[in-house]
T-cell receptor, first 108, second 114 residues
């Protein structure tokens, strides 16, 4: 059974700081996805990483896929209150499974 | 397209009652997923369909849960009888069959069983 473990579960930091959250598995994934979920809404896709070692940037967000395609990280530079939310990683070829997420709170 | 549409948005029911959650996927999407989200267990995959056929229901917690997809534009998740531990937010999502495609989620149904 494929499992995705995310860390940390919770993170509260001051506006302007940098942070990194992680998504790890013992299984190899053909791709991993990062979603962001806001209260009262469903998750929304941020990015898909496909190639081992791949790095993708989305404004202040940098996503990396591990060389062995078993892990991924999300780095946020100069966090802003608008970055607050639940960040979920997901993977799977046919059935898409999710990690439990990192709940991020940016303090103004 | 209006996106994935779920109804109702909120449901409060008494223990033992039957609950039916509804989902209309995005037109043209071949896969449909039902998830349950709680603080303790996160976003759990309950069942997924491909071309209206149930492919994997290993996440369905008990026989009290059942799901159907009678056509490409409609799916239901039924709980009978409901129990307080079923209280959660239930999400429906759909996706196309393209490789590495994303899942598009509805706004969810918040179920409270008292």
């Amino acid at each position: 059974t494929q499992l995705l473990e995310q860390s940390p579960q919770f993170l509260s930091i001051q506006e302007g700081e940098n942070l990194t959250v992680y998504c790890n598995s013992s299984s190899v994934f053909s791709s991993l996805q990062w979603y962001r979920q806001e209260p009262g809404e469903g998750p929304v896709l941020l990015v898909t990483v496909v190639t081992g070692g791949e790095v993708k940037k989305l404004k202040r967000l940098t996503f990396q896929f591990g060389d062995a395609r078993k892990d991924s990280s999300l780095h946020i530079t100069a966090a802003q209150p608008g970055d607050t939310g639940l960040y979920l990683c997901a993977g799977g070829r046919d059935k898409i499974i999710f990690g439990k997420g990192t709940r991020l709170h940016i303090l103004p | 397209d209006a996106g994935v549409i779920q109804s109702p948005r909120h449901e409060v029911t008494e223990m033992g009652q039957e609950v039916t959650l509804r989902c209309k996927p995005i037109s043209g999407h071949n896969s449909l997923f039902w998830y349950r989200q709680t603080m303790m267990r996160g976003l759990e995959l309950l069942i997924y369909f491909n071309n209206n056929v149930p492919i994997d229901d290993s996440g369905m917690p008990e026989d009290r849960f059942s799901a159907k997809m009678p056509n490409a534009s409609f799916s239901t998740l039924k709980i009978q009888p409901s129990e307080p531990r079923d209280s959660a937010v239930y999400f429906c999502a759909s996706s196309s069959n393209r490789v590495n495609t994303e899942a598009f989620f509805g706004q969810g149904t918040r179920l409270t069983v008292v």
